[in-house]
């Protein structure tokens, strides 16, 4: 399994950007996506997930409203819109993708819920 995310860069405040995430190997319409982001000497945190078909979402309150994710399941990628960007958004930004997601009620947001991860992407957004 692979997932590559692209689409990272540097911005001012304010500045859109949107982020992609391409998966190969495995049956992506069949899980759960998620974007997870990391800043330096911080833990890795949930942004937002996505089911596998796309018609459930879920947000991190600091990006609701500001960031939309979502997926073309017949391009196997995902992705994340990211408008009114803020200096705080800075971090290297991880898709992942969770395999029990069709077997769950709900979307997960914590990272040991996800079994498959990409490289990262980063993302600076300077003031």
């Known amino acids: 399994v692979q997932l590559q995310a692209y689409g990272g860069g540097l911005v001012q405040a304010g500045d859109s950007l949107r982020l992609s995430c391409a998966a190969s190997g495995l049956t992506f319409s069949s899980v759960g996506m998620g974007w997870f982001r990391q800043a330096p000497g911080e833990e890795r945190e949930f942004v937002a997930a996505i089911s596998w078909k796309g018609g459930i979402t879920l947000y991190a309150d600091s990006v609701k409203g500001r960031f939309t994710i979502s997926r073309d399941n017949a391009k196997n990628t995902v992705y994340l819109q990211m408008n009114s960007l803020k200096p705080e958004d800075t971090a290297v930004y991880y898709c992942?993708?969770?395999?029990?997601?069709?077997?769950?009620?709900?979307?997960?947001?914590?990272?040991?819920?996800?079994?498959?991860w990409g490289q990262g992407t980063l993302v600076t957004v300077s003031s």
């Open positions: 992942a993708g969770d395999r029990l997601s069709r077997l769950r009620s709900k979307l997960v947001r914590a990272p040991s819920d996800y079994d498959y």
